[in-house]
């Protein structure tokens, strides 16, 4: 049924100036639509949208909110994003390898990190 349908990827933050500063600026990603009266900005990322928009529950999700599916650019991204300022989070999980700060399990490859608000965001191989 919607299977055929593009899925948008939706992220509350508390400040939308400070998170186009991230998303922009550090992330490197160009506003597609732009309505600051609403507090809203969308982003083209690949053939998806990510929707950003204010919210008084921004960074309550504990869980990772948004996976950049870049192939075999993990290692590479991590450490021009690292370069940057972004930090990211080392987590220990079942099986898991570290290699500086990305997770590996064999070919596969993640590195996750947050936006000001406390959003998981990741990057990931497959």
Do not use: C
Request: hydrophobic share 40%.
């Amino acid at each position: 049924m919607l299977g055929n349908h593009e899925a948008i990827a939706t992220l509350a933050v508390k400040d939308l100036a400070r998170a186009r500063r991230f998303y922009e600026d550090l992330l490197g990603l160009e506003a597609e639509q732009a309505d600051e009266q609403s507090m809203v900005v969308s982003y083209k990322t690949g053939k998806t949208t990510m929707l950003v928009y204010e919210s008084e529950f921004a960074g309550t999700n504990q869980a990772t909110a948004v996976n950049f599916a870049v192939g075999q650019q993990v290692d590479y991204l991590t450490k021009e994003l690292a370069k940057k300022g972004v930090t990211f989070e080392r987590y220990d999980m079942g099986g898991a390898v570290h290699d500086g700060d990305v997770h590996v399990w064999g070919d596969f490859r993640t590195s996750w990190f947050k936006d000001p608000d406390g959003n998981i965001l990741s990057l990931v191989s497959g």
